[in-house]
């Protein structure tokens, strides 16, 4: 597959997880879609990842993505807010912190 192809697929589980009403399952596959995106965008803007177990630079993993995005120049601040969301972690219920959810309220708002 491709990376358009694993976001899109990323992005249709996270619906469906929204539909079911489990937001934080929701959370983590759109983080998975995001983390493929933002690795996509900081990688045409010629940002590479150090990967500091192995020394050496990589594509790096969605959640250095995502700290990358947040000092990102000229990025928009509600983009580096949603980044800093985006690394927060959901239990083992799947369940979120409360200001995170805020991610998942333009998909859920129509359904309210």
């Known amino acids: 597959m491709d990376d358009y192809s694993d976001i899109h697929t990323e992005l249709e589980r996270a619906e469906t997880a929204c539909a079911a009403r489990n937001d934080g399952r929701a959370h983590v596959y759109a983080r998975w879609a995001v983390g493929r995106t933002a690795r996509v965008f900081l990688t045409r803007h010629e940002v590479q990842l150090f990967d500091v177990a192995q020394g050496e630079t990589r ?6 993505a995502f700290q990358a995005l947040t000092t990102f120049p000229g990025l928009a601040p509600n983009l580096k807010q949603a980044a800093v969301y985006l690394t927060m972690c959901v239990s083992g219920e799947f369940n979120l912190p409360p200001e995170s959810t805020l991610l998942l309220k333009p998909i859920n708002s129509s359904e309210d």
């Open 59 to 64: 594509t790096g993993s969605a959640y250095q």
